[in-house]
C-alpha cells in the first residue's frame, strides 16, 4: 500500500540553524510528492512539490528532492527564521484521482 | 493564489443533532473536492472524495450514512455529520482541486481552514 512516514518531533532550533526533516514513502507506481506548511492557527499551505524522479521542489528557502533510489523527500532549509514555525506534512498523491496520503507531521519551532 | 473556504470555522453542538459544514472555492472551479479529519497532534485522514454531480467515494472505516457529502456544484460541497456523537468532535478540513481556466496546478489540492466540531 501507499504510506508517508516522516520524523517524529516537535523540532527546535534556533534562529539560523539549518533544517532537514526526513520524509520516506512506499508506493506503488509513480507518486507525486509535496510538502505542506500549517501555521498556527490557519489551514495547509502547498510548500513545494515534485513529480518525478530527481525532481528538486524549491519555495521560501525550502528545498526537497524526490529520491527514488531512497524513496525519499527530504526537507531542507540552510537558515530557519522564527517565521518558519508551524507544522511541516510530507504527502504523496498515488495517482490520478489526486488523493493525498499524509505523513503524521512535523512541528518545528524556532526561537529567536 | 487559490481560496478555500469552509463554513462554520467552529461549531459546538448537542449529542443527536446534525451539523452541516460548507467548503467553497471561492476563485476557481474544482472538478474534485476532498474531505479529511485530523485528530490532535496526528495526520490528516482522508474521509472521503467528493466529485460535482456524482456519489462520494468514501474510505474504508467512514461511515457514508453517518457523513453525508453533498458536491452541488463546482463550487461548493458540504459535509453533514448526522447523529453527531462525542466521537465525532475533530477538526475537519476540506480541500478542492483545479479544473481548468487559470494558471493555478492541476496536480496540487487547495486547502480550507478547517472547522472545528466540538460535540457535548
Known amino acids: 500500500g501507499n504510506s508517508v512516514t516522516q520524523m517524529e518531533g516537535p523540532v527546535t532550533l534556533s534562529e539560523e540553524a539549518f533544517l532537514t526533516i526526513n520524509c520516506t514513502y512506499t508506493a506503488t507506481g509513480y507518486p507525486s510528492l509535496f510538502w505542506y506548511v500549517q501555521y498556527p492557527g490557519e489551514g495547509l499551505q502547498l510548500l513545494l512539490k515534485a513529480t518525478k524522479a530527481d525532481d528538486k521542489g524549491s519555495n521560501k528557502g525550502f528545498e526537497a528532492t524526490y529520491r527514488k533510489e531512497t524513496t525519499s523527500f527530504h526537507l531542507e532549509k540552510g537558515s530557519v527564521q522564527v517565521s518558519d514555525s508551524a507544522v511541516y506534512f510530507c504527502?504523496?498523491?498515488?495517482?490520478?484521482?489526486?488523493?493525498?496520503?499524509f505523513g503524521k507531521g512535523t512541528k518545528l519551532s524556532v526561537k529567536p | 493564489g487559490a481560496v478555500v473556504s469552509q463554513h462554520p470555522s467552529w461549531v459546538i453542538c448537542k449529542s443527536g443533532t446534525s451539523v452541516k459544514i460548507e467548503c467553497r472555492s471561492l476563485?476557481?472551479?474544482?472538478?474534485?473536492m476532498f474531505w479529511y479529519r485530523q485528530f490532535p497532534k496526528q495526520s490528516l485522514m482522508l474521509m472521503a472524495t467528493s466529485n460535482e454531480g456524482s456519489k462520494a467515494t468514501y474510505e474504508q472505516g467512514v461511515e457514508k450514512d453517518k457523513f453525508l457529502i453533498n458536491h452541488a456544484s463546482l463550487t461548493l460541497s458540504t459535509l453533514t455529520v448526522t447523529s453527531a456523537h462525542p466521537e465525532d468532535s475533530s477538526f475537519y478540513i476540506c480541500?478542492?482541486?483545479?479544473?481548468?481556466?487559470?494558471?493555478?496546478?492541476?496536480?496540487?489540492?487547495?486547502f480550507g481552514p478547517g472547522t472545528r466540531l466540538t460535540v457535548l
Open positions: 480541500s478542492a482541486r483545479f479544473i481548468s481556466g487559470r494558471s493555478l496546478d492541476t496536480d496540487t489540492q487547495y
Open positions: 504527502a504523496l498523491s498515488p495517482g490520478s484521482q489526486g488523493n493525498l496520503i
Open positions: 476563485d476557481f472551479q474544482a472538478t474534485t
